[in-house]
């Protein structure tokens, strides 16, 4: 339970970052950026549902039987279904829901994803590498 909650904390704040980035970036773009509380409240939460969704699904990666390859489907494919169906509820994408934005949003997304990933893969990489390095030590 303390590693189901402390996940899905970390996902908020994971989420939330990712949204008040994003809002900073789009606000030095087009100068202003106007939300009503509701539209704002909006946002925050489906943000934190995407991080949700995209912390919690890191169980996958403690079971042994499936390869990584697998994990890595699983996680992220939860966590884009996750992504898609909230940037809609969000207003993420335009109303219109021109190809283009939703081609670029799904590149983003992966490219968002791995980098994560490739950063998590070298930082437990690493620790791997301590690990080793005490054993042979001792």
């Excluded at 704040?13 to 539209?39: D, H, P, Q, R």
């Excluded at 070298?122 to 590498?129: M, Q």
Aim: net charge positive; charged share 15%.
């Amino acid at each position: 339970m303390k590693k189901f909650l402390g996940r899905t904390f970390l996902g908020i704040a994971w989420g939330c970052t990712i949204n008040c980035l994003v809002m900073l970036i789009i606000s030095f773009s087009e100068g202003k950026i106007y939300f009503t509380a509701n539209e704002y409240l909006k946002q925050l939460i489906c943000s934190a549902v995407v991080g949700i969704a995209f912390a919690l699904p890191t169980f996958i990666y403690e079971n042994e039987k499936l390869s990584q390859g697998i994990k890595c489907l699983i996680h992220l494919g939860i966590g884009f279904i996750t992504y898609f169906i909230n940037a809609f509820i969000a207003g993420w994408f335009p109303v219109g829901l021109d190809i283009k934005i939703v081609i670029g949003s799904v590149l983003i997304m992966i490219a968002l994803s791995f980098i994560i990933y490739f950063f998590f893969w070298l930082y437990y990489k690493n620790e791997a590498k301590k690990i080793n390095q005490k054993i042979k030590n001792h």
